[in-house]
């Protein structure tokens, strides 16, 4: 029997998500400056300040969406036609609509079983001469080995790009920030993330002609201080001014979520100890806990079973491996196999949000053990 059901908050719900007094202030201080365009405001500029500030990069480049501060990256990398970026299957579309927008060809390496994240040995099988950067995906704020993949691309003279939209603040073994050992990390303040203003992008460099080349392709190619001419194309990515004020205050709560989904997600690994044939993915230690991700033998019966008891849980989290949309060129079934058998059989992904209380995340613990004992008895 499920016991009786408060459904949890969720990121769709004013209580799973960290929206309040600031956030409001925010927005009629931009309404009643009547600037609503970054081009001519400063709380983009100011955005970008305290992004910068907060990761100890020397710039930050605000966009419109998580995936446009992708695009921003994959242009400033050089990224063209004919092109290869080496990346993972298991992600957003976001990280590789950029590359295929650019006339570039995503490649596809295989990730590690037990953490859904990029395989360092993979990505080095699949550099090639053409090969122009590596997207590596920090998976529902789980590290990647981002010192490994470091070291390939500093092999192949390639620069390395982290995708952070799920990873805010999150930390890797030795307590390194993810997203400060790539050339540039990507952030996303779209609707799911640990925060938001409803869309958003940030993009981070230690690098003045990386961060230049992202701020022109985001403004149309124009360099504003020059006059009036394009000496390279851009988009217009600019971050409207009422979503840079709204992501400001986000951006004040960010640690205070983290640090709330990583006591929830502390209780519910006690909890769940020692249950045979169920583990955590990937190590727990720094993990931002975008989503909380499982390993268990079925993950369809356990999410269909966890449904039953009113607990959300998404089976392999996408329902294909990214290469597998038909708007990827070049499908090949079989390509990843440890990414086919965690999205297909094992990976079972768990909505978080800070907003959980303690009895939430037990209340998630019984239906968990629940499901299990009925697994040990057919
Ligand atoms: C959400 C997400 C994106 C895309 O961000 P948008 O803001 O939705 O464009 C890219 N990569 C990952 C890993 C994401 O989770």
Partial sequence: MPEREIPLPTVLDPRGRTIGEEERAAVLRVLDSAVLCSAFGDEARSLEAEMARLYGRAHAVASSSGTAALHLAVVACGVGPGDEVVTTPISDFGTVAPVLAQGARPVFADVRAEDGNLDPDAVEAAMTPRTKAVIAVHLFGGAADTGRL?????????????????????????????????????????????????????????????????????????????????????????????????????????????????????????????????????????????????????????ARELAAEGVPALPGYLERPLYANPAVPGDRPGLCPNAERLIGRTLLALPWNEAYSESDVDRLARALHRVHRRSGTR
Wanted: hydrophobic content about 45%.
């Fill in 150 to 302: 470091r070291a390939v691309c500093d092999r192949h003279g390639v620069p390395l790009v982290e995708d952070c939209a799920q990873a805010w603040l999150a930390e890797d073994g030795a307590g390194r920030l993810l997203g400060t050992a790539g050339d540039i990390a990507c952030f996303s303040l779209q609707q799911f993330k640990h925060i938001t203003a409803g869309d958003g992008g940030l993009s981070l460099t230690d690098d003045p002609a990386l961060a230049r080349r992202m701020r022109l392709f985001m403004d149309k190619g124009w360099d504003r201080s020059e006059g009036r001419i394009h000496r390279e194309t851009g988009l217009n990515y600019r971050m409207p001014e009422l979503v840079a004020a709204v992501a400001r205050a986000q951006l004040a709560k960010v640690e205070g979520v983290v640090r709330a989904r990583r006591e929830r997600a502390g209780r519910l690994i006690a909890a769940l100890g020692g249950l045979e044939g169920v583990a955590v993915a990937g190590e727990p230690d720094g993990h931002a806990w975008w989503m909380f991700p499982l390993l268990v033998a079925d993950n369809a019966r356990w």
